[in-house]
């Protein structure tokens, strides 16, 4: 049946009732017509023009002849729409669907591509530029510590460490270290150390022989120099916790005074304006406010810096600051306070660069106290003056803002200047060397720092044991040089390396390990050999451990007994011996009879036995050569044919 003749019958027949007036219902026939040509037309058909009468489709409301013609004539002036195809196979749809899914999948790989090929070129760009400015701002200024505080590098953070506060973000040593890797032994590094070393006399000054070590490591870039710079100021007078406190705050004023003239110096030679508003002169008072100037801009207030003032120790400088700052701030209604206290502490600190180089500041108690009011007061009323609370913590010994640290080395000057303010100070700096342990290596260790991103912090929480062991493990060969060097001094010192707190981990010594390690490494190396290693050898605090590490060697490398040990003169006299240029020759002798004794349990083997007789001779061990001769003659006791 054609759907001609189907639309006709069902026309022909009568509508339903439904209700209603019977003059208003459409009719039924002519609009299935309208809707025949308008299906039609829809599928690219022919249709005839349709009437009036299918005006009425849906309750009188659309006019459908209307709206068919409407788009008849859209069509025209639009792009080509797809046309309906018609169906052809399930097998032939599961194609063009599984086609079109593997070409989305595969465009969506090339933009993945692309995206990625962008970042990565975009990242090597930044990479190449930051080597390549901080490469012209060491050629202008020449300082291997200079930090440009716009390269936006910090700390590595974690969810429950301190946050950073907007401005300068200075990566100052803990991150920025040249890592020595698995690289060997740098021959004019060993030698250089290996001269010093033997320079030392037991009687030298440990100040002069920390000055020569930062001499000779003065190009070193991963933070080996620092370390120095660091025992420099905490060695010497470690008596007690509180002075290995005192000398750690003291290395992190002065290297962030360093840092800040550094930083205004490359301004200087870049041109950059770093005139400021008031003259706070010459002196580390102007020189703070220009470094605030091109850190902070507008931004800047008298808090930023003061603050710096202190972050550098030297209240003279912020003395200076607040003397100038009486008639500039009219908005400064602390002035009085603070000027007050810190009159009190500057005049404490002299002509030393650093508070701390003096003791602790000494602030009356009433000053104090009204210091206190303030900062408890701008906790409450302005939390997010971040440096005035700060300014007002360091004076009244309270505990600093936790966004005022940017760095490592920040957060631990802020808790060891709270530390040495408590009642009990020792454990207040056993419970920073404990927090460290805690966030462990991962923390502040990374793969290019040689170990010293953990190293340094642990140092100047006088966690040396532990420190100087994460070194010599972490940073290969040349770490291992590092600890041991710095290890040294401790011996030449006459103190034990431990970790500060009760459980110091003094079993066994650490220096005897480094010195037995390090020796190891220079016997069998070609630049240095045993004659080096014997250099190291015999700075073994113990002298029974010294001696036997260095007839061990003796007899590792027995083809250099006559160089060690000497010649034996017509009379039986021992000559020529290094070692007795550097020990009594009754220590020789004891060293050259325990490698005898070494060889003498090898006596089946007729090279060794010669060699066990000609060290009892050096060592004027008689007694002992008879027994071996006796030994040697002896009726054998095995099948032995060295034996005789």
């Known amino acids: 049946m054609s759907t001609q003749q189907s639309l006709d019958e069902l026309a022909s027949g009568t509508l339903p009732n439904f209700g209603g007036i019977d003059s208003l219902k459409p009719s039924w026939s002519r609009s299935l017509h309208e809707i025949e040509a308008a299906n039609k037309s829809f599928l690219g058909g022919n249709p005839s023009q349709p009437t009036a009468s299918a005006q009425i489709l849906l309750g009188n409301r659309t006019d459908f002849g209307s709206l068919v013609a409407t788009l008849e004539a859209s069509r025209k002036h639009q792009p080509p729409k797809a046309t309906l195809e018609a169906f052809a196979s399930i097998e032939d749809t599961r194609r063009k669907h599984r086609d079109g899914a593997i070409e989305r999948i595969l465009q969506k790989e090339r933009e993945q591509t692309q995206r990625t090929l962008e970042k990565a070129l975009e990242r090597q760009l930044e990479e190449d530029w930051a080597r390549e400015r901080q490469w012209w701002m060491k050629e202008l200024v020449g300082s291997k510590n200079l930090v440009d505080a716009s390269n936006g590098l910090g700390i590595r953070k974690s969810e429950d460490s301190f946050q950073s506060v907007s401005g300068p973000a200075h990566n100052l040593i803990m991150d920025s270290f040249h890592s020595p890797g698995t690289r ?41 120099l620092i370390a120095w710079q660091l025992f420099s100021n905490m060695i010497p007078n470690l ?58 801009g507008a931004n800047a207030t008298i808090w930023h810096i003061l603050f710096y003032c202190l972050r550098c120790g030297d209240l003279v400088a912020a003395k200076t600051v607040l003397d100038v700052a009486v008639a500039a701030h009219d ?47 701008t906790q409450n009323l302005d939390p997010t ?14 505990s600093l ?81 590092q600890a041991t060097h710095l290890g040294l001094i401790f011996a030449i010192k006459g103190m034990t390396i431990t970790d500060l707190g009760p459980n110091n981990g003094s079993s066994g010594c650490l220096v005897t390990a480094l010195l037995v390690k390090y020796a190891s490494l220079l016997e069998v190396d070609a630049n240095a050999g045993p004659v080096a290693a014997l250099e190291y050898l015999l700075r073994i605090p113990k002298k029974d451990k010294a001696r036997h590490e260095i ?73 002992s050569l008879l027994n071996l001769l006796n030994e040697l003659v002896s009726p054998p006791d095995d099948d032995n044919p060295e034996k005789v």
Request: aromatic share 8%; glycine share 8%.
């Open 551 to 623: 007839a061990s060697m003796i007899v590792r490398q027995h083809h250099m007994i006559d160089h060690f040990g000497g010649v034996l003169t017509e009379e039986g006299a021992r000559r020529n011996s290094v070692l007795d240029q550097h020990l009594s020759r009754e220590e020789v002798s004891l060293i050259l009879a325990e490698s005898a004794e070494i060889f003498r349990r090898q006596s089946h083997d007729r090279s060794k036995a010669e060699l066990a007789a000609k060290l009892f001779m050096l060592g004027n061990r008689y007694g």
């Open 401 to 481: 803002p936790d966004n005022a640290f940017n760095t490592i080395e920040d957060y631990l000057f802020g808790r060891l200047w709270l530390a040495l303010q408590q009642e009990d100070p020792t454990n207040q700096i056993e419970l920073i060397g404990k927090s460290i342990k805690k966030y462990g290596p991962d923390y502040f260790h990374t793969e290019d720092s040689g170990g010293w991103g953990y190293a340094l912090p642990l140092m100047a929480a006088q966690q040396f044991k532990t420190a100087l062991a994460f070194l010599a493990e972490a940073g290969g060969s040349i770490g291992l040089l």
């Open 331 to 377: 908005d400064f209604p602390e002035q009085s306070v603070i000027q007050k206290v810190v009159l009190q502490i500057s005049q404490r600190q002299g002509r030393a660069s650093c508070i701390w180089e003096m003791g602790t500041p000494g602030v009356a108690s009433q000053d104090r106290d009204a210091v206190v009011d303030l900062y408890d007061k």
């Open 184 to 224: 060997p032994l740098e021959p004019k590094m060993v030698h250089d150390h290996l001269q010093l070393v033997r320079s030392v006399t037991p009687t030298a000054s440990v100040t002069d022989v920390l000055s020569d070590f930062q001499r000779i490591t003065s190009s070193d870039t991963s933070g080996y």
């Open 239 to 296: 008596s007690s916790p509180f002075n290995g406190a005192l000398g750690s705050l003291i290395h992190f004023c002065k290297q962030y005074k360093a840092v800040i003239k550094n930083r205004v110096a490359s301004a200087n030679l870049a041109g950059q304006d770093v005139t400021t508003t008031q003259n706070y002169g010459t002196g580390m008072a102007g020189t703070i406010a220009a470094y605030v100037k091109l850190e902070f």
């Open 385 to 398: 003056s971040v440096f005035k609370i700060g300014v007002l913590a360091l004076l009244s010994g309270q």
